[in-house]
């Protein structure tokens, strides 16, 4: 630094904020060598908070641009064509002078003046315009339009212009945000807003523009312009018509109240809806009753979902229909009916997909007409596993969250078994008795009544007040499913069993499946088998799908991981199913309490390995690769024999941790992955090695989640990888004691226990 330089110092402005908004925030504006380079706002103003709207925050920015207009422009092209010439300030004034005192020469009130305040001040906003419009004689505007309006109604409901703390907007249960963009022009209000909202308050926006804020609002009713009239008619149409009014303030401090009274009552919803471009009005405060002559959909946020109650579809097509607008409505919005890992994985929403039955009203609901339906559905679904795990969510089994009424216990089972026999035994004639027998099994009996695959909460239940007798049963073990073709292939599955039950006897005993439950249905192809027996018996029954339908049924490549072509055979992998278990309450280290705990670190893999040769009739060739060997571990896999519409093939399963939880069932038990099969046969030197990897193989990082399930497909066949080792000498594993191995099932092996 020279001798004669002079350091500079910033120095600190107070001011106000000049624009007309109800915020009124303090500045301090930092200044050097007479130079303002930053506007902020005042920490220690309570209202301001030390924020600023973008409006105000970048003056120095917009002050100081290099492409700021500092010399008038006049246009030089047709309207609308950006075309302009820069003018001196003697040529656009005698311009502007020449063309107003042309028409004030014919009229001066032809003038009229038609701007608001913009930036303010008492010189540029009231004082200098005014006089000129005054001294050309034009004529009289009130120039604050809207304002004035809102201003007069102040005056005339509270006696002046005045404005409310908006501090109390924290306290609302319902906030109304009309034609007013908040986070662009009251921020400061809107920060207050955020904070009711985090306290249970609802947001609603209207305006005919979708705005950020209503983006952020939890409706946003988007009316026509200019039909903001007939809105607020009918709001109050629906405050007289229901009597929501304090009559003695009306009586009090009110003039012409007869006359509004009559008009609003001319606008019921259904006109003003027409006339706002709105496809229905809901006006909240009250639940509509159950009638069978409304239908309704309604929307609901949940803890990362949107819950949508579709209304309800007399048919097929009609529920496809509805699906339809539902899925394109999530999809308009960015959400997706499934998740994406970064893996490959494809996992179900979050959510569920549950499906309801019923009837027009709850008398005509077909287990109220049919009382023996309930108890043969029930034995149905006992019988076939699939129709309970192979739709099902990631989490199912006792502990999930849909349990089968046959897998909560020995004691739940037998109970079970004697409920229907009882039922049997004396024909049952009342809906509620039905309950009554059936609610133990078919609703959860700790409190979360909705924890029931077949739930009967609202079949006729008598503690429940208002809708507890709707003749319903919610089919809730469903994902929700990536298509609404696959939604409705389900339901139209679940409508032929229906159908088919209550239309012929089904009292086949309960099979206690045991072990076998979450063993062998755990895993793809049994499931698959057992739903190809489910629409057997429906086409035996006259009430069989159609092609399309049992093809969207049958599709579950998302569960398919890769495979490996070989000379003799091929080798598929394929994600089966886990029965996660539900650990317990787990202490929370962030906060006191604790929490639902689920284990979800094991993993099941479904081995196919089947030939790929055939003879010259088109039978698949007993040969080599019924030889072949699988072992885990050193354990031979007692692959079992099996067959489907491609013929020949073996089967089994592989338990395994496919990481290690911070806390889970087993906290001595680290991560198995990767899973490494061993692919041999007695006769070959050839050996080989097939692993399934979590994550990338070569140890990489994902980019980021896949972009859709195309790219997630991909990752999933990237994840698994084959070595080929020749060697000197084979050697198999001896299968003598291979039963013997601890976790080895007739369907499965349970690498844990290696």
């Known amino acids: ?64 641009h290099a492409e700021r207009i500092l010399t008038p422009l006049k246009r030089s092209g047709p309207k609308g064509s950006g075309q302009f010439t820069p003018v001196g300030w003697d040529e656009a004034l005698a311009d502007i002078a020449a063309r107003l005192e042309a028409i004030a020469a014919r009229d001066p009130q032809a003038i009229q003046p038609y701007s608001y305040a913009g930036t303010m001040g008492l010189v540029q906003g009231e004082s200098m315009d005014r006089r000129f419009f005054h001294r050309l004689g034009a004529s009289f505007l009130d120039r604050t339009i809207c304002a004035t309006a809102g201003g007069e109604g102040l005056v005339h409901t509270l006696g002046g212009k005045v404005g409310m703390k908006v501090e109390f907007f924290a ?110 009005l809901v006006w909240t405060g009250a639940t509509p009753p159950v009638d069978a002559t409304l239908e309704l959909t309604t929307v609901t946020p949940d803890p990362a979902v949107i819950e949508i109650n579709s209304a309800p579809s007399r048919n097929c097509a009609e529920f496809f229909w509805r699906s339809q607008q539902a899925y394109a409505a999530a999809a308009a919005h960015g959400l997706s009916p499934y998740r994406l890992y970064f893996n490959g994985q494809v996992a179900d929403s979050g959510g569920a997909g549950q499906i309801t039955f019923g009837g027009p009203t709850p008398e005509a609901s077909p287990f109220v007409t049919h009382l023996p339906l309930l108890p043969r559905l029930v034995r149905y679904f006992n019988r076939h596993p699939a129709l309970s795990y192979r739709f099902a969510h990631d989490f199912v089994g006792g502990s999930g969250q849909s349990v089968r009424a046959d897998e909560r216990g020995t004691d739940a089972f037998d109970d079970l078994v004697l409920a229907l026999a009882l039922l049997e035994r004396q024909p049952v004639t009342e809906p509620e008795l039905l309950w009554k027998s059936l609610a133990s099994f078919l609703c959860d009996a700790v409190g979360n009544s909705h924890r029931a695959e077949i739930n009967i909460e609202k079949l006729w239940n008598p503690y429940l007040p208002g809708r507890g007798r709707l003749g319903l049963v919610e089919f809730r073990g469903l994902r929700m499913q990536h298509t609404p073709q696959r939604a409705t292939a389900i339901a139209c599955l679940l409508r032929a069993v229906i159908a088919m039950l209550a239309t012929r006897p089904y009292a086949l005993p309960l099979i206690d499946w045991g072990r076998e439950l979450h063993d062998r249905f755990a895993l793809p192809f049994y499931l698959q088998a057992d739903l190809d027996t489910v629409l057997a018996e429906l086409d035996a029954a006259g009430l069989g799908l159609e092609t399309p339908i049992q093809a969207v049924l049958r599709h579950d490549a998302f569960r398919f991981l890769g495979q490996v072509d070989l000379p003799f055979g091929t080798l598929e992998l394929w994600r089966g199913l886990e029965f996660w278990p539900l650990v317990g309450d787990a202490a929370s280290p962030e906060q006191s309490g604790s929490s639902r705990f689920v284990d979800a670190s094991t993993t099941r893999i479904e ?120 060697l000197a000498e084979q050697t198999l594993p001896d299968e003598s004691g291979t039963e013997a191995s601890p976790g080895l099932t007739a369907y499965s092996l349970d690498r844990r226990y290696r």
């Open 607 to 726: 081995i196919r390995w089947r030939p790929t040769t055939t003879d010259a009739a088109g039978t698949q060739d007993a040969g080599p690769w019924q030889d072949w060997a699988i072992t885990v571990d050193g354990v031979t896999l007692p692959l079992r024999p099996e067959r489907d519409s491609r013929g020949d093939l073996k089967v089994f399963g592989v338990r395994y941790a496919s990481f290690a939880p911070r806390s889970g069932l087993h906290p001595v038990l680290g991560s198995q992955a990767p899973l490494t099969l061993t692919l041999g046969h007695a006769d070959h030197d050839v050996q080989h090695d097939i692993t399934l990897h979590e994550w990338r193989p070569d140890g990489e990082a994902y980019p980021g989640l896949p972009v859709d399930l195309m790219e997630a497909g991909e990752r999933r066949a990237a994840r698994m990888t084959v070595v080929e080792r020749e």
């Open 171 to 280: 306290e609302s249960k319902l906030i109304l945000i009309w034609g007013s963009n908040s986070i662009g022009s009251n921020l400061h209000f809107w920060r207050i807003a955020q904070q009711a909202k985090r306290g249970g308050a609802k947001l609603v926006c209207i305006d005919p523009r979708k705005s950020e804020t209503a983006e952020k609002c939890h409706e946003h009713i988007q009316l026509l312009p200019g039909t903001d009239a007939a809105l607020a008619l009918a709001l109050m149409h629906e405050l007289i018509a229901h009597g929501w009014l304090d009559h003695d303030y009306i009586a009090r401090h009110t003039v012409g109240w007869e006359k509004l009274r009559e008009r609003a009552l001319q606008w019921p919803p259904e006109r003003a809806a027409q006339a706002c471009g709105l496809q229905a």
């Open 1 to 64: 630094m020279s001798a004669h330089t002079v350091p500079i110092t910033p120095t600190q402005v107070r001011g106000a904020c000049p624009h007309d908004c109800p915020d009124t925030c303090a500045l301090l504006t930092t200044v050097e060598n007479g130079r303002a380079v930053r506007v902020q706002g005042n920490p220690a103003h309570a209202q301001t908070g030390g924020v600023l709207c973008a409006k105000v925050s970048k003056y120095p920015e917009r002050t100081y």
